[in-house]
T-cell receptor, first 114, second 116 residues
């Protein structure tokens, strides 16, 4: 059981370039989300999805696009990378239960924009 | 809306010593509380969580946290740390009454450094 898989693990981009961070989960979870982690700021929610075809903005959505065409995949797109998007990105999948959401995180993608 | 404060950005401690990592939260509604651990170059793993019932919750590796409603705190403790506990620890909250996708609000993290 792979859980939540993110690719690539490391990436260097030039300002203005575009790229897609891939995220896949094999647990049939209904919810998926993207967070960014910056020093001294913890994790902040970028976008999330409550099911295939349904996405919504989180706390810091500007500069990022998402789509969810299947239950398994939730890619994060940077259309025109900026140095401010240098960060560590975490994808997560989760499901709801009587005890709230149970959340599983991927291992992270380190992105540097120069 | 909720917010989480972790006052200590870094806590150095010697092996086998006790440790407390502090977490305070602010919320206008009842919350679920979580502690996540992140080992170097890895993703976040759930350490323990408070949902309801006993205010003292424990993890399988010896950590415990106590929910204190009057002080709006959820401090993490371990009576004797190991070198392998070196990691970053994040406190987080979510709205207890939110249905569907629950947004986690994280603190800024505390780096626990255990030395021999």
């Amino acid at each position: 059981n792979a859980g939540v898989t993110q690719t690539p693990k490391f990436q260097v981009l030039k300002t203005g370039q575009s790229m897609t961070l891939q995220c896949a989960q094999d647990m049939n979870h209904e919810y998926m989300s993207w967070y960014r982690q910056d020093p001294g700021m913890g994790l902040r929610l970028i976008h999330y999805s409550v099911g295939a075809g349904i996405t919504d903005q989180g706390e810091v959505p500007n500069g990022y696009n998402v789509s969810r065409s299947t239950t398994e995949d939730f890619p994060l797109r940077l259309l025109s990378a900026a140095p401010s998007q240098t960060s560590v990105y975490f994808c997560a999948s989760s499901y709801s239960s009587v005890s709230g959401n149970t959340i599983y995180f991927g291992e992270g993608s380190w992105l540097t924009v120069v | 809306a909720q917010s989480v404060t972790q006052l200590d950005s870094q806590v150095p401690v010697f092996e086998e010593a006790p440790v407390e990592l502090r977490c305070n939260y602010s919320s206008s509604v009842s919350v679920y509380l979580f502690w996540y651990v992140q080992y170097p170059n890895q993703g976040l793993q759930l350490l323990l969580k408070y949902l309801s019932g006993s205010t003292l919750v424990e993890s399988i590796n010896g950590f415990e946290a106590e929910f204190n409603k009057s002080q709006t705190s959820f401090h993490l403790r371990k009576p004797s740390v190991h070198i392998s506990d070196t990691a970053e620890y994040f406190c987080a909250v979510s709205d207890r009454y939110s249905t569907g996708f629950q947004k986690l609000v994280f603190g800024t993290g505390t780096r626990l450094l255990v030395s021999p």
